[in-house]
């Protein structure tokens, strides 16, 4: 089973950037999608950008492209998320999770993942 441990959050000026990271054991071999998701007090979790460890191929949701980057070490054991230009509607948990398949695509983000979860991050942007 894949083990994942996130970290990085923190609190934030809006317009501000933050790095979080997710350290992953546990893989066998490289078909998985591996995806951050957020998650706000009283609503469902979102899927935010999501990278297939094989061909490091990437997805993001429209709300985040062009700020937000997934990416991983040459180890594929460390996920990140880059977060820049945070605003205000980024505060949440942020979890990353890992399932076993061979797409990372928007609908791994739209339906949710049956993998592996972290226990999350907490990110706070300040307005």
């Known amino acids: 089973e894949v083990q994942l441990v996130e970290s990085g959050g923190g609190l934030v000026q809006a317009g501000g950037s933050l790095r979080l990271s997710c350290a992953a054991s546990?893989?066998?071999?490289?078909?998985?999608?591996i995806g951050w998701f957020r998650q706000v007090l009283g609503k469902k979790r979102e899927g935010v950008a999501c990278i297939n460890r094989g061909a490091g191929s990437t997805r993001y949701i429209d709300s985040v492209k062009g700020r937000f980057t997934i990416s991983m070490n040459n180890a594929k054991n460390t996920i990140y998320l880059q977060m820049n230009n945070l605003d205000f509607a980024d505060t949440g948990v942020y979890y990353c999770?890992?399932?076993?398949?061979?797409?990372?695509?928007?609908?791994?983000?739209?339906?949710?993942?049956?993998?592996?979860w972290g226990l999350g991050t907490l990110v706070t942007v300040s307005s």
């Open positions: 999770t890992a399932e076993a398949r061979i797409f990372c695509n928007l609908g791994f983000l739209t339906q949710g993942s049956v993998g592996s």
């Open positions: 546990g893989f066998t071999g490289d078909d998985y999608a």
